[in-house]
């Protein structure tokens, strides 16, 4: 994080008066850990944007199953209460903190931008390397920090991208986060080639439909899963070659079937629940790279055929900013599309979460603001 990323509150105000913007911003806030029923549409302190840091006017933000482990609690990980949750923010730029404006190619008032959502120390190795997601202090809006549920949201100047070209505030807010976890994974940590076999868990959820798409980008073969027909009939339009139906079919025996003996890589972002048949499903010599939990972190794995087969286990988090600058502009030319299944009012948010919670979206759910 920038140095003087916050600055105290005197100060902050008369910065917030100087700028002439309103000292209270409607925000969707906890003060304590717990369901959708612990959110409040309530007023906050304006955010106030220290040395090196922009504030920006948020137009939209994509959920992640991160904001509700944010909002649940994660065991031994303290979360600043009241906490503004959010981290896939796109929006224009509101004010420049202290320093910005000299930066070149820096972010200007009025432009409209997507934030990268992984902040770095931006002073040790693994950030000095343009790999902050290794960071030991990395964290993520709406995470360790206020994100973007709400009118206003302060970011470090840097993590501020282009909008991509031709799409709306929803669309922009539905890409950070999923497309650059996804394309980490598979090309920057399972080492992904043209032409492989790639199976991808619920190509239904935000992380699953950027990888069906990234992968076949990549021309490789993708067996992707979705719950039930219309899921599985959407997962085939986005461009799987194969849809498996994850909750009748077995999975293994069919990838196996279907490839002749395995996939190259597999996508893992499920956990407990699909990691047994993710690692029957590779091939020898395959990688299984994983970036969640979402149904449990305990996994069992019978080592003969971690080493017999020569199998590769790769974890993956997030990705560098430099990875989403990477894919942007095929966002922009539409040879990779961010998938919108729904959109709520900021004032909604509550609804949101349980809707995303309630597994029945295809792509992503967003949240905007007038
Ligand atoms: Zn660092």
């Known amino acids: 994080m920038a140095a003087g990323f916050s600055l105290p509150r005197s100060t902050a105000q008369t910065r917030a008066k100087h700028w002439g913007y309103a000292h209270a911003m409607r925000a969707i806030r906890f003060h304590q850990h717990g369901g959708p029923e612990v959110l409040r549409y309530e007023s906050a302190p304006d955010p106030v944007p220290g040395a090196g840091a922009i504030l920006l006017r948020v137009r939209a ?4 199953h991160l904001d509700l482990f944010v909002r649940d609690g994660i065991p031994g990980v303290p979360i600043p209460l009241p906490h503004i949750g959010g981290c896939d923010i796109a929006g224009q730029v509101a004010a420049l903190g202290p320093g910005v404006e000299a930066a070149r190619n820096g972010p200007a008032v009025g432009d409209a931008v997507i934030l990268s959502p992984g902040i770095g120390c931006g002073r040790c190795p693994a950030c000095d390397a343009c790999r902050e997601n290794e960071c030991p202090r990395y964290t ?32 922009a807010a539905a890409v ?7 394309w980490h994974m598979l090309r920057t940590r399972a080492g992904l080639q043209p032409g492989q076999q790639v199976l991808v868990w619920s190509a239904s959820s935000g992380v699953g439909s950027a990888a069906v798409q990234i992968a076949k980008w990549m021309h490789c073969r993708v067996i992707a899963t979705a719950g039930g027909e219309r899921k599985m009939e959407l997962a085939k339009r986005l461009g799987a070659d194969e849809v498996l139906d994850h909750y009748r079919d077995p999975i293994a025996q069919r990838v196996k079937a279907l490839t002749g003996g395995g996939v190259d890589v597999v996508f893992e972002h499920v956990g407990q629940a ?5 690692v029957r499903s590779l091939a020898n010599g395959g990688t299984l790279v994983t970036c969640g939990a979402t149904t449990g972190r ?8 971690l080493f017999a087969r020569q199998l590769r286990l790769v974890g993956s988090y997030m990705g560098p900013r430099s990875e989403l600058r990477e894919l942007l502009p095929f966002i ?15 004032a909604e948010t509550a ?3 349980r809707y995303l919670q309630a597994k029945e979206q295809f792509g992503k759910v967003v949240v905007t603001l007038e």
């Open 61 to 64: 933000c994509a959920l992640n």
């Open 140 to 171: 993520v809006l709406g995470y360790g920090v206020d994100g973007g549920y709400a009118e206003l949201v302060k970011a470090p100047a840097e993590n501020a991208l282009p909008l991509p070209g031709g799409l709306d505030f929803a669309a």
């Open 176 to 182: 950070p986060l999923v497309f650059l976890t996804a």
């Open 274 to 278: 699909t990691w047994e048949q993710s």
């Open 298 to 305: 305990r996994a069992a794995i019978d080592l003969r055929h």
């Open 332 to 346: 922009a030319r539409g040879d990779l599309h961010p998938v919108v299944d729904r959109i709520f009012p900021l």
């Open 351 to 353: 609804a949101a979460q």
